[in-house]
């Protein structure tokens, strides 16, 4: 076996002119959970497809269990998948759909009944068993084509948005769900979303991919904290760019200077070189506002320019110049008094540690 | 209040059923009950429906049918063991009807498959080009498909330049069986498109996750969900064929006889208007039955995969 349950070596993908997967290189090791993560058009989709054999790469090679399959069709390929749009067969049963892809394998009448009840048992179906799809609810139909998909032992199960067409409180629900069930089963999964939250909180590693490439691999937390560039960090959670030319770099740390006086310094992140453009990036939970001026650096004056209350925290929006900057204050004090926040118009004083922000190239 | 609200609700729709109703009454109801009517009457001298009523009509449909086993080889096995005019006649005319149903679905269904990936733009120039036929007579089109089949006619001509022998066809069940075919075209054409049209490509992509190959694909997942337009496309082509009389007369020149002219024989030449009308009413009773035992197993097939 294989370290790695999916390769996808210098994996490029022409449609005509439209390169939609662009020398993508990455490598899914056994028994992961791993995300592919990106806006619509940027290529994971694709990717999915072509591991499962939908598509197949106009360059590079595809591994599956350490084997080459590149000119293996889709039906002879030990991945499944689980639709977007669920591609449930309308014409069956739920136990009839579950049983679709052992009967292909022909495996034995007994043994059938018996895995189908079991991969209905898993997600928790077995009562609904004689029902047609159309009689189920999203969220049902959802865990019909998991066990559709789970009940043939797959070596990699591939889930293309599979979250995407519930409403907010199931996909909470789903999303710990999955996780259980793939430990339970201990099959890779590989899953495409656009939700940046979702992939997060299920992956173990993420790979980000934008316009065809894929910018960063890694666990949510290196992903998070230190994204590789500008579009990393954006499209993962929120964040303030301070745009500005590097004046100094001391070992770990780097000085941006921004709108030519404002010095700012931040953790080297990158081909960070001196009198180069750069950015900082700096996460709005890592900011704080204060009404005296602290005695540490990156620390300026600033105007408070408007509040939103959100219960757990409060949202603050400062301005530093012409720059509108985020600035998330946990609410870690209980009390009815208005007076307590900062208010719109106010000055007061924004700061953030050097180690909690970060030096992006240009 | 509610209830005047009901009240007025079902007026409208007794209002907005009106036309339809009326239409099928009046011509289509009526008659078809006067056709009835005239099955159990005798004829007058001149071959018009009169009293006494009489089961005379169908008697004699019924007296046609003689047991009388047999096994021939000419030109093909062939076992039988009922025999009769009329008896020949529908067999003839349902089993001309059955293989211009497989043919026609065997050429429509790559057309509706076709036409259904294509983009949406191309798809109603498609539709429009499928229902071009329309616009011109049937009778006039089936003299012209006459002319292409003649012995002189722009395929022999073809053919012959070819150093190919010259089709000679017309006037058998062959140059009926093209007939058919070519004037329920269309109607196979449009139903097994729509119900393309609509079928969701995906449902391939996971049969083929699932395993499937293309063969097990289509038999297991396609052919099921496409069903309904099969089964109205091949009810179109079959009852209208089944009856049929233009494509007889004239691809048939005379010589190939089906129910349908035979009816029309009775309401002519033969001068017997009863009789036709027993005709009708007992093709009428077999093809329905034909037609909902067809659909039961259609539905029956779908059931069980």
């Not at chain 1, 992140?269 to 890592?286: F, H, L, M, Q, Y």
């Amino acid at each position: 076996m294989s370290d790695f349950a999916v390769e996808m070596r210098n994996v490029t993908k022409a449609f005509g002119d439209v390169v939609a997967v662009d020398n993508v290189s990455m490598a899914i090791k056994q028994k992961e959970f791993f995300a592919m993560l990106g806006p619509s058009g940027c290529g994971k989709t694709t990717s999915l497809r072509m591991i499962a054999g939908f598509e197949h790469p106009t360059g590079g090679e595809v591994l599956i269990d350490g084997k080459d399959v590149g000119s293996t069709p889709a039906f002879q390929r030990n991945v499944n998948t689980v639709f977007q749009s669920y591609a449930l067969f309308p014409h069956m049963t739920v136990e009839q759909n579950v049983s679709f892809g052992l009967e292909m394998k022909r495996v034995p009448a007994n043994d059938i009944k018996q895995r189908v009840g079991q991969a209905l048992d898993l997600v928790r179906l077995p009562q609904l068993a004689k029902r047609f799809p159309k009689q189920m609810s999203g969220g049902q139909q959802q865990r019909v084509a998991l066990a559709r998909a789970l009940v043939n032992r797959p070596k990699v199960l591939l889930l293309d948005e599979p979250l995407g067409a519930l409403d907010a409180k199931l996909r909470k629900e789903m999303q710990i769900e999955l996780k259980t069930l793939q430990r339970e089963v201990g099959i890779t999964f590989i899953f495409v979303t656009h939700d940046q939250e979702e992939a997060l909180t299920m992956s173990d590693r993420i790979a980000v991919f934008s316009k065809g490439k894929v910018l960063q691999v890694g666990t949510p937390l290196e992903i998070y904290e230190r994204p590789n560039c500008r579009f990393v960090a954006d499209f993962i959670g929120e964040t303030n760019f301070l745009d500005g030319k590097v004046s100094a770099i001391n070992g770990e740390f780097a000085t941006v200077v921004v709108a030519g006086d404002k010095p700012f310094v931040g953790r080297v992140n990158g081909d960070v070189r001196v009198g180069a453009d750069a950015t900082i990036s700096v996460r709005p939970e890592k900011m704080q506002l204060l009404e005296k001026q602290p005695a540490a650096p990156n620390a300026y004056e600033v105007r408070v320019h408007s509040i939103g209350y959100v219960g757990s925290d409060t949202r603050v929006i400062v301005e530093l110049g012409t720059a509108r900057l985020d600035v998330w204050e946990q609410n870690s004090v209980s009390t009815l008094d208005p007076n307590y926040f900062f208010r719109a118009g106010e000055p007061a004083w924004m700061t953030f540690k050097p180690e909690n922000a970060l030096v992006l190239a240009n | 209040m509610i209830q005047q609200i009901r009240e007025r609700k079902s007026l409208q729709i007794l209002g907005l059923m009106f036309p339809g109703a009326f239409w099928l009454i009046v011509f289509f109801a009526i008659p078809l009950l006067w056709v009835l009517v005239i099955s159990f009457l005798s004829r007058d001298d001149l071959g018009f429906p009169a009293q006494p009523f009489t089961l005379d009509n169908y008697g004699t449909l019924v007296r046609d049918i003689k047991f009388n086993p047999s096994i021939t080889f000419d030109g093909g096995l062939e076992i039988r063991l009922f025999d009769g005019l009329y008896l020949d006649l529908l067999w003839r005319s349902l089993w001309i009807s059955f293989v211009t149903t497989i043919i026609t679905l065997l050429i429509a269904f790559p057309v509706a498959l076709f036409m259904a990936r294509l983009p949406k733009r191309w798809r109603t120039i498609m539709l429009f080009l499928v229902m071009i036929p329309f616009w011109t007579n049937f009778l006039v089109r089936t003299y012209a498909l006459l002319f292409m089949f003649r012995g002189n006619g722009p395929i022999n001509v073809v053919l012959n330049g070819l150093g190919v022998p010259p089709l000679d066809i017309l006037f058998t069940p062959t140059a009926v069986t093209i007939g058919l075919v070519y004037g329920n075209l269309p109607f196979m054409i449009l139903p097994l498109y729509t119900s393309l049209e609509k079928f969701d490509w995906t449902m391939l992509e996971a049969a083929s996750d699932l395993g499937a190959n293309t063969f097990r694909s289509f038999f297991r997942v396609m052919l099921p969900l496409v069903g309904p337009g099969l089964l109205a496309g091949s009810i179109l082509t079959f009852v209208p064929a089944v009856g049929s009389y233009i494509t007889v007369e004239l691809m048939g020149g005379g010589k190939i006889n089906m129910i349908g002219r035979s009816i029309a024989a009775q309401f002519s030449d033969a001068a017997n208007w009863p009789f036709g009308s027993a005709m009708s009413m007992v093709l009428m009773v077999i093809v329905t039955i034909a037609a909902v035992l067809y659909f039961r197993a259609g539905r029956g097939e779908r059931a069980a995969v």
